[in-house]
């Protein structure tokens, strides 16, 4: 009977009750952030996904090692952070080989995940992306601006307002410097909601 149902379940949500939250890092490693921020998902068992540029991942490839040891999933980001529709398609490919090349020297493995810098993107851009082995292309729905340096109450705030089911949040691990200090004020929020993350 509906009658029995105890409101007392509510206040401690089942893992994953409310679906799974994809958090992505971009335009690292840094000395700065990254290791903070590998820390704090170690610790609480969460494994995320770093979109690294090639120019960063090659300053610290220790770092991308690490994270892809730790279970995270490193992704192609470009090796400058250029908008990749002013380029032509030699220069995208350029772009994008040799920050695989990298990822690939660093992890053992060569990335299939892609992000293009600021989610610009057309068709030449995606032909040059498949052409280099990156088939699978990942924007976001989840923006909470941390690269501007808000508060880590403010960043967590944004990400808890607009995250739903299945949302893919952009944070980062380069610029940002409030990130590290918002991440494990997120995971808790997540949690609280009855949200895992992936
Ligand atoms: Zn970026």
Do not use: K
Not at 75 to 99: C, I, K, M
Request: some cysteine; charged content about 25%; overall charge negative.
């Amino acid at each position: 009977m509906l009658l029995a149902a105890p409101a007392q379940a509510a206040s401690a949500p089942q893992p994953c009750a409310a679906g799974s939250v994809r958090l992505t890092f971009d335009d690292g490693p840094s000395a700065t952030a990254t290791a903070d921020i590998l820390d704090t998902l170690a610790d609480r068992g969460v494994e995320a996904t770093f979109f690294v540029t090639g120019e960063m991942a090659a300053a610290r490839p220790d770092l991308v090692r690490r994270a892809s040891q730790e279970g995270h999933r490193i992704g192609n980001h470009s090796w400058s952070h250029p908008r990749l529709t002013t380029l032509d398609r030699a220069q995208v490919e350029s772009q994008l080989r040799r920050t695989s090349e990298v990822i690939e020297r660093a992890t053992g493995r060569s990335p299939g995940e892609w992000r293009p810098p600021y989610g610009a993107t057309n068709g030449l851009v995606e032909a040059a992306a498949r052409q280099v082995g990156l088939d699978s292309m990942v924007l976001w729905t989840v923006d909470p601006r941390d690269w501007a340096d808000p508060p880590a109450t403010t960043i967590r705030d944004r990400v808890l307002r607009d995250v739903r089911p299945g949302s893919v949040v952009l944070l980062h691990d380069a610029t940002g410097r409030n990130t590290p200090a918002a991440l494990p004020m997120i995971l808790d929020g997540l949690a609280e909601r009855g949200y895992c993350t992936q």
